[in-house]
């Protein structure tokens, strides 16, 4: 009457459909994949699909509403909207980039670091977080843009100023959650490091959350850059960027419509593609198993 | 307990509860059959995914809501299953009451106690108010629960994890039920608290005279308190019978795994018996006797039919191809 | 069986957890409420036995676990590891007291990590440690799953794919990977079945006999922690109230709490049934903890000294400790 020796592992008689793959295979990640496939081919080849150059003058044809020659149409001074938009990705693809992804580090290693240590850290960051969500978030990166000045990358600083404190807060409560398992007691039983416990242990299990949320923050990244293009204080002019190009067009909405609504539907499908693959990749990234 | 079989207050037949997940049907109770005398306390044992709590809420019409329910439930010779939910009600909760292993999650946690009891006692008596109110001391009283109609306006947060199940008690028997379905009700308590809502139970079982369906996965238990025992295996039943017959002498080598694999009277640091392998998934049950990967004694017949249960003896009955000899291991 | 040095010593371990304070608290100055988890445990393992703790959930037999295993600070108190102060050890004597003394825990499906195969789990465990040359590593990975009987093809896997007792072996194999000589299983049956808690105790068993290990077995399952024990020490509200040879405290337990707690687990003989509870009352609150001895007011036996002398844990004319005022008279009762 010892122990059996052998014990039947449950496994899957069939080969299934891997979940990961089914998760991939839905409609709305298939689209948003396609968008989002689309958008970053503009954006690395936008002169490849630009039949004009972008900052080219035509006074020969100035807001021509869209039709053969220009499909989007001319703005007033005779460039082709449609060659503006497409460059316009390289820039915009660039703020969904650069304006999330230092915040999102940042945010992420702060957070773990807190979450886990505990003390009088976790406090101030308390502290600091409760102040910086008080603030509506676009008023807070004016005022630093304003002290900075405008462009771009004072534009990235400014949002990375302010955005790694959203970050870092959603993976502190993911990390707290995650701290609750045995799995981080055991691994403290086991003599690893705190370093090796939050990043190899906790992080990968807290990340799902964090990515979802990363790619819907693109969405929005590109929404605030447009919105600071728009109000001179993020992409300057002549460069072709969506906000720009709308308030380009702000004073000719009577009468040249096109070039505010051309790069407007830009600004919308784009965010619909990050918002579509972000919905989809909490699935696939997922540990199997978990319901 | 002799009790004749036209006393039955609730009969169970062929009852079958299935479930669809990702497009395949899972048979979580497959065709069980059982019956309960008024007053008996009847217990259902088996372990995690053995269909136990299935079977209790397929009974009461709580599985439909997941699963597609078949067979017939006679209650005093009327069939619930063929009942829609609103007739069910009349039956539900007044006649037929049932407590949760969870006294946390199953109770309200914004109302207080007294308007918990007092909502089922508004739903299934014509009381007024403060008869209600009267009743709903008396009935905390009556489970135990000390000082209790200064506890009527307490939160279920305010109370102690054995209270809290005391609570559920004066709910269920608010209607005076003649059954008590009762799912794992101990099992989140410690041993001496699981003692005092056992020994409850059963005092309300003989005062009342309430028969009481004990769904547990606890030989122990089942020892403690039942009359009848039925052993659920892989959603079926595989062996039942009075409690002294199948705990003294099991007649299905799954009963007598268990029995075996619980150390009491078994000299200190021995190796236990143990039944190899695990349950089997639902989806992956073999095609005979669903024991068969882990019973010691299989035979070419187990693998390929699957036993029935059959009456063997006086009141017990086992789906076993060789009962008998099932039963002669336990005395080896 | 066993020799009698001890390999683990608790002396008067106090633990307290502090409750946070509420907006109403600080505004009703109410004291800042402590969660008195321990209240002055000690004990003696010695090398080679197994040492059962048993107690009712809140009791404190978990928290006495974690702190052995370093996972809490205790208050007070010292801990000794063969004879030398934890505490004072500078940090890499105490990874090798952390690898030396491992711990299980109760839950099979929180205790691993989902996204790290059984191969990832056990090469990091064996890798921090320097167990074994890298060359080695896959070698050592077959050995451990051998010995905790799983089959080769498990060591791919990631745990969603594994039975809960297949999860104990594993978190067992973990544990065993570093070469502990103590090994701390809190509740690691209890979330099991019946027929597969067997399995594992059989196991835990035949692994201490062929390793030499001691263990500590923290249940609540009393008959459990019969079958393993050597010792056995009863926790009530933070401290022992009685500790003694296994076979001694459960065919006849001294202290009226062990007696009770006997009398409560449920026999598997439908003949042996009693008809009135065994103690009445439930736990007390951690947070507020009775003076004199903690168990005066559930006692059938208590005095006036008891509501006001705490009990001391005391030793008798048979083996083991009581602490209860009225032991000598209950003893020969």
């Known amino acids: 009457m010892t122990l059996p020796d052998t014990l039947q592992i449950t496994t899957q008689k069939k080969k299934k459909l891997n979940p990961r793959v089914k998760a991939l295979l839905r409609p709305g990640f298939l689209l948003g994949f396609f968008i989002l496939s689309c958008s970053i081919i503009l954006a690395v080849f936008p002169w490849a699909f630009a039949p004009y150059d972008p900052n080219a003058f035509d006074f020969t044809a100035i807001k021509q509403p869209p039709g053969r020659a220009h499909p989007f149409g001319t703005d007033n001074l005779g460039r082709d909207t449609l060659s503006r938009v497409i460059w316009a990705y390289q820039v915009d693809m660039q703020i969904a980039f650069f304006a999330t992804f230092f915040a999102m580090v940042i945010g992420v290693v702060a957070g773990s670091l807190v979450a886990y240590h505990g003390g009088i850290a976790d406090v101030i960051f308390g502290r600091v977080a409760d102040v910086t969500i008080t603030f509506p978030f676009l008023v807070l990166v004016i005022a630093v843009v304003a002290v900075l000045g405008p462009g771009l990358t004072n534009m990235y600083v400014a949002v990375t100023l302010v955005q790694w404190v959203y970050y870092a807060r959603l993976t502190r409560a993911e990390i707290m959650t995650q701290m609750t398992s045995d799995y981080a007691s055991a691994g403290r039983v086991m003599g690893y490091s705190s370093t090796r416990i939050i990043f190899r242990h906790l992080l990968p299990n807290a990340m799902t959350p964090l990515i979802t949320f990363w790619m819907t923050d693109m969405a929005l990244a590109i929404l605030l850059g447009s919105s600071l293009g728009y109000l001179g204080l993020g992409a300057q002019p002549p460069q072709a960027e969506w906000g720009v190009l709308i308030a380009e067009g702000r004073n000719f909405i009577t009468t040249a419509w096109w070039m505010s609504l051309m790069p407007g539907i830009a600004i919308v499908l784009t965010g619909l593609g990050f918002s579509l693959v972000g919905d989809s990749i909490a699935d696939v990234l997922r540990p199997r198993g978990a319901a | ?332 | 069986m066993t020799c009698e040095a001890p390999v683990l010593e608790v002396e008067d371990l106090h633990l307290h957890f502090s409750l946070k304070k509420n907006l109403f608290d600080a505004i009703r100055r109410t004291q800042q409420r402590k969660v008195k988890a321990l209240n002055g445990v000690s004990l003696e393992v010695k090398r080679g036995e197994t040492l059962g703790i048993v107690g009712e959930s809140g009791c404190g037999k978990s928290t006495l676990a974690r702190c052995l295993a370093r996972l809490y600070e205790a208050d007070k108190g010292t801990i000794r590891y063969d004879g030398q102060e934890v505490a004072a050890k500078d940090a890499s004597a105490l990874r090798e007291y952390n690898r030396k003394v491992q711990m299980m825990f109760q839950d099979p499906y929180s205790s691993l990590n989902p996204r790290m195969t059984v191969r990832q789990v056990l090469t990091e465990a064996l890798r921090v440690h320097n167990m074994r040359p890298p060359e080695q590593i896959k070698g050592r990975i077959t050995e451990l799953l051998n010995l905790v009987r799983l089959p080769q093809d498990a060591a791919d896997k990631l745990p969603y794919e594994f039975s809960g007792g297949q999860r104990q072996r594993i978190a067992i194999a973990r544990a065993l990977s570093v070469e502990p000589e103590v090994l701390i299983a809190d509740e690691l049956v209890s979330a099991l079945d019946v027929s597969v808690q067997a399995q594992v105790v059989n196991l835990l068993l035949e692994l201490q006999e062929k390793l030499g290990l001691t263990i500590l077995f923290v249940a609540h399952d009393l008959r459990l922690v019969r079958h393993v024990s050597h010792r056995v020490a009863v926790i009530y509200l933070g401290s022992i109230v009685e500790i003694g040879e296994s076979e001694q405290l459960f065919n006849a337990p001294i202290h009226p709490y062990s007696k009770a707690l006997l009398a409560a687990a449920p026999s598997l003989d439908p003949d042996k049934r009693h008809t009135r509870p065994s103690i009445s009352g439930e736990l007390p609150s951690p947070l507020n903890v009775p003076t004199g001895c903690a168990f005066h007011a559930r006692c059938p036996h208590a005095s006036g000294r008891c509501q006001r002398e705490s009990p001391g844990l005391k030793a008798l004319d048979v083996p083991g400790k009581v602490a209860c005022h009225h032991a000598q008279a209950l003893l020969s009762t």
């Open chain 2, 1 to 332: 307990m002799m009790t004749s079989q036209n006393k039955s207050l609730l009969q169970v037949r062929d009852l079958t509860t299935t479930f669809y997940r990702n497009g395949r049907a899972l048979r979580a109770v497959d065709g069980i059959s059982f019956d309960v005398h008024a007053g008996e306390v009847l217990g259902l044992v088996g372990e995690s995914g053995s269909g136990k709590s299935i079977s209790l809420r397929s009974i009461i019409g709580l599985a439909r809501d997941y699963g597609t329910v078949e067979g017939n439930v006679y209650w005093k010779g009327e069939d619930l299953l063929t009942r829609t939910d609103k007739q069910l009600q009349c039956v539900r909760g007044s006649q037929i009451s049932m407590i949760f292993q969870e006294p946390m999650t199953s109770l309200n946690p914004l109302l207080t106690v007294g308007l918990q009891i007092e909502e089922n006692l508004k739903a299934h008596t014509d009381l007024d108010r403060p008869a209600r109110k009267a009743r709903a001391i008396e009935l905390l009283d009556t489970v135990g629960i000390p000082g209790a109609s200064s506890r009527l306006r307490d939160f279920p947060h305010q109370f102690s994890g054995g209270m809290r199940q005391r609570v559920m008690i004066a709910i269920a028997l608010a209607s005076c039920p003649e059954l008590l379905l009762a799912d794992e009700p101990t099992t989140a308590l410690d041993v001496t608290i699981q003692d005092q809502i056992l020994q409850l139970l059963l005092s309300l079982a003989k005062n009342l005279n309430m028969a009481i369906v004990l769904v547990t996965h606890d030989l122990g238990v089942v020892a403690q308190t039942c009359d009848r025992v039925a052993v659920m295996y892989a959603g079926r039943l595989v062996e039942t019978g009075s409690v002294r017959d199948v705990l003294k002498r099991p007649r299905h080598p799954y009963t007598l795994g268990l029995l075996k694999s619980v150390p009491e009277s078994v000299p200190p640091r021995t190796p236990l018996y143990s039944v190899p392998g695990t349950p089997p998934a639902l989806d992956a049950l073999p095609k005979g006797c669903a024991f068969a990967p882990r019973c010691h004694m299989v035979e070419d017949i187990c693998l390929g039919n699957r036993p029935p249960l059959s009456e063997i003896g006086e009141q017990i009955s086992s789906a076993c191809h060789f009962p008998e000899v099932a039963g002669e291991e336990v005395s080896a």
